[in-house]
């Protein structure tokens, strides 16, 4: 099992840029695939971005993609999700999440088996 612990959540103005930080512990941090998951106030969580195993392979929503970036240092255990041109929209609480069983190739953006407690992202107008 996995512990994974968010940071990095603020308040920013639109435009402004944010980076989160999850923090995972255990020794077999490199063999989980891992992603974002965001959810704004009465809506569903949703899929942001995913990186796999390795970091060769992500996956972006239509929404963030161009503006985020999703990486990972495996001998930091931790994967960071770089925000550039945030949007109001972009307001929720953001998720991290791990998936120990990662397809051979490619990313999924559904099935994670470990979450975080979520770290609160706020875009201001």
């Known amino acids: 099992q996995v512990q994974l612990v968010e940071s990095g959540g603020g308040l920013v103005q639109a435009g402004g840029s944010l980076r989160l930080s999850c923090a995972a512990s255990?020794?077999?941090?490199?063999?989980?695939?891992m992603g974002w998951f965001r959810q704004a106030p009465g809506k569903e969580r949703v899929f942001v971005a995913a990186?796999?195993?390795?970091?060769?392979?992500?996956d972006y929503a239509d929404s963030v993609k161009g503006r985020f970036t999703i990486s990972r240092d495996n001998a930091k255990n931790t994967v960071y999700l770089q925000m550039n041109s945030l949007k109001p929209e972009d307001t929720a609480v953001y998720y991290c999440?791990?998936?120990?069983?990662?397809?051979?190739?490619?990313?999924?953006?559904?099935?994670?088996?470990?979450w975080g407690q979520g770290t609160q992202v706020t875009v201001s107008s």
């Open positions: 999440a791990a998936d120990r069983n990662p397809p051979v190739y490619g990313v999924r953006r559904r099935g994670y088996d470990y």
């Open positions: 255990g020794r077999t941090f490199s063999s989980y695939g």
């Open positions: 990186i796999s195993r390795r970091g060769g392979s992500t």
